[in-house]
């Protein structure tokens, strides 16, 4: 990537962990936004509380790249832990900021980029409080970068007045940490920097907004009333932010009660059995979680499979296996969640790829779950779910209702409508089901994970149990029909496809561009759902070789593709990125390069579907 | 007795409840347990506490985890639904039916490898929580299912039927339950059904968390001399200590004056208690730990209600949850709408 060019560039600020630099480099971003740029930001933080080092990156993108882009132009190098590596990540030509009150070895330095050192821990020496120099360095580096790279000061004073509204000498000491920072890069350097931010108005009315909250406001929406979760990265957020809005929009006004309730469970375990008992029971109820956590729910999840019970999971994916990296992306839970638990159990996964998907598919997944009597995984990970995203706004259609599948009410027992738990009365291998409390005299019946037939009484009989899961293959069939069609992005009617999901979808975009710039192009198409698709299925039918991306070092999408699909293994090409950070354009577009051969770009024969 | 159908004609002249329905509308399925189960005995002592607290069938839940006792709540309550979950997991499962719908009666039925040794987890924190249900325990110290492996409420010494010797000490439940804040806590023994029905009702009726550890002696791997959870064993060191009458029958019996002990709870229901020994407080929690304390140094049983708090709280009063079930708000006033998410938009720029 050039540098050099204004409103195309990456900022990289290396921190220490715990020392309040995230807020910071928040309201940095920010900054950029409101000043009508697309921006994409990555937090890239470890496992732990204080006193390690965290980068946050900043990419601003006139363009609209919101995906990651990785090299950096700039460089804010707040942390002797990791100065050595931080300065070792400049593009050359780039710049280094850093803290000059103490001298640096600059041995360590490198001579194709240009150092900025500001005393930014002489700045702040008139706060006694150690924890208040820390947080205002922060603010002044903020300041200095205002300066460096032409930020409206307006702005930046204008988000301060907002997050400390009401606290006025809060809101004086930081706009007066951030104009020292800016004044003394104005009068040390020339400023602004070669690249630097302009405003423009390309953001529209667009939001910036993470996977997590998105999943949680989505869950508000369909009408969720239960939620039970055990705490674990990546996905704590979205109870906390269920719990924030539910706070606001689900207290009844005349009694001052709750129409919600969250259980912070023991653990996994009890956090899935509590959605099974609440959705057995006629609640919208969730969980939300991360692998090991999904590792843990197994067992209950095959009971919800075998018993036909309606769950809804959002599994924020970060990178295994074990505890592996916690604070670190992957998509690595395909296989994992798609067969979750002993016997024949298959599961339908859902794949977001944005913070408006994650809402939307909060919807589809309770009404999927409730339609198919099945659990239901929204497969998100760390990307998507922590860092925030600009998103399409929301949009809500107020003449939505619930699709509370198969369910006979008091009304149709009374009738006298005969009822038998697993009974495949309408052919879609979707049974009827009932709530506790419907009937005195009809509709009761026995959940068991043990042996049953389609009346739903116990069995041990062979052919019996048979008839009964040959069933839930159709229902899975019936799933196939049912699960959101995956998305045809580029359909330059190539004979080469490439295949992807969720947050590769971003670097993807521009990945496609910058192939097709260099004479490569590819019909793009992005999953949004397993079981697969006929959608999905045409597409690799009519091309002759499919590039299939995923973010896991075993190919899992691929796999399930073979065993799923029956597509043959050579006609799949796997390209994996499983490192632990954001896939880049730059990544893909090298990937793609070295398994695109001459031979495979023969003139399209019109495959694109 | 699996191969005895049940006969479909009814006796005209069986007793009915204030609901018109007799104890058979209470039955279940033939169980399919060994002649002389102690659980047999308690599923009976279950349908004639339901019978005689006139409770709609319909609107009481059974649950169970795994294994002989998880198998009963198919042998009462056939108009009830029933949810045979997976082993020691029970009460996640009552919690997430009870947090959908508080307004049904929730039965779960347990044992003691369900609940003493894989389900201690969940068994502890459905306690904490304050899950509103009766907590059945179908205590045999034994594994029926999996034939004859001691369990976790085994006593030491207590010898298995093979002539192992448990050399572990039990965890006692009550005494478990009674630390953790259970607002109802009872042992009982299935074979002492004048006692297990009134606790039962007392327990169904009882706002909050309510145990009953439940003594059942299992004929087939646990019944044998040697065993501290058999019939005679159990029979020989019966102390029956209190014994609880629930509101509706109250004023069935004259007691001998100070015999007598009225209970007002939370929710204004009236519990009187009749004091069969001793001077035990049932509202002293650290005075129920001494009691059993003091009774398992002297090797006897402790049964009868031994604790109950008047001010015990559920689950939805901590929650602070609406008097509606969950499962019954209308979508519309669960939604906050459009409008409303364009101001949350609005937020989020």
Redesign the interface.
Known sequence: MPVGRCNEFVVRCANVNGTGSSSANALLARAFYRMGLPIAAKNIFPSNIQGLPTWYEIRVSEAGYTGRRGSADLVVAMNPQSFEEDVASVCPGGYVLYDSTKSINTARKRDDVTFLGLPFMGMVQQHTNQRKRLLFKNICYVGALAALLAIDFDVLTGLIGEQFKGKERLINQNVEALARGRDAALAAFTCPLDFHAERRDIVGDKILVTGNRACALGCVYAGATVAAWYPITPSTSIAEAFGEYCARFRVDEASGRNKFAIVQAEDELAAIGSVIGAAWNGARVFTATSGPGLSLMSEFLGLAYYAEIPAVLFDVQRTGPSTGMPTRTQQSDLIAAAYASHGDTKHVLLFPSSPKECFEFATVAFDLAERLQTPIFVMSDLDLGMNIWLSEPFAWDDSYRPDRGKVLDYAVLESGTSFYRYLDVDGDGIPYRTYPGTHPARGAYFTRGSGHDKYGFYTEDSAKYRENVDRLRRKFETAARLVPEAALEAAPGSPLGILYFGTTAEPMREALEGLSQRGIELDALRLRAFPFTEGVLRFIECHDTVFVVEQNRDAQLRTLLLAEAGIAPEKLVSILHYGGLPVTADFLIGSILEHVTPSMQRPTTGAAS | MTYIAKPAVRNPALPKNSLGLTRRDYEGKISTLCAGCGHDSISAALIQACFDLDL????L?K?SGIGCSAKT??YFL?????????HG?M???????????R??VYIGISGDGDTASIGL??F??AIR?GVNMLYMVENNGTYGLTKGQFSATADVGSKSKRGEVNIYPPIDLVRLALDLGAGFVARSFSGDKDQLVPLIRGALTYPGFALIDCFSPCVTFNNHEGSTKSYTYIRGHDLPIVDLIPPRQEITVDYEPGARQEVTLHDGSRCVLRKLAGDHDLNDRAAALALIEEHRRRGELVTGLIFLDPEGQDM?MR?????TP??A?R?E??????E??AS??AE??
């Open positions: 709609p069938p319909h609107r839940a649950l709540p198919t056939g108009a009830a639904h029933g949810f045979n979950g997976v997991r009460p996640s499962l009552a919690t997430g039916a009870n947090l959908a719908n307004d049904l987890g969940q502890v924190h929580r939805h929650m602070n949850t609406v008097e969950l499962n708000l979508y006033a669960l939604c906050p709408g459009a409303t998410l949350i938009n989020l720029r």
